[in-house]
């Protein structure tokens, strides 16, 4: 089966940690790029990284740079995002997601995409 799952979500308070995870399975994950997104009830989703096929090439919503990193692992197939210093601002059901390309940025259809993981950020 053709899917892309996230795993890591959850509750943590200001200024901590979490790891997401987004599993592939039915598919070569090393031949595309991946965008982890995020959205909140009534809000477009939002852009917050992205990570090319080879993993040579990242990119970041600004206010998050320097907070998440990206990685991946083709051999797991699997990508991940670490977000440090969360702010209550962070709060949203992150997924990740392909349009098919294998390079950054991700945007339009997302021909593959998780059922998202919930991140909330406590004050």
């Known amino acids: 089966q053709v899917q892309l799952v996230e795993y890591g979500g959850g509750l943590v308070q200001l200024g901590g940690s979490l790891r997401l995870s987004c599993a592939a399975s039915?598919?070569?994950?090393?031949?595309?790029?991946i965008g982890w997104f995020r959205q909140t009830p009534g809000k477009e989703r939002e852009a917050v990284s992205c990570?090319?096929?080879?993993?040579?090439?990242?990119d970041y919503l600004d206010s998050v740079k320097g907070r998440f990193t990206v990685s991946r692992d083709n051999a797991k197939s699997t990508v991940y995002l670490e977000m440090n210093s969360l702010q209550p601002e962070d709060t949203a059901v992150y997924y990740c997601?392909?349009?098919?390309?294998?390079?950054?940025?991700?945007?339009?259809?997302?021909?593959?995409r998780g059922q998202g993981t919930l991140v909330t950020v406590s004050s």
């Open positions: 997601g392909l349009n098919g390309g294998s390079s950054c940025p991700v945007t339009g259809y997302l021909e593959i």
């Open positions: 039915g598919f070569i994950l090393g031949h595309y790029a």
């Open positions: 990570i090319s096929s080879s993993g040579g090439h990242t």
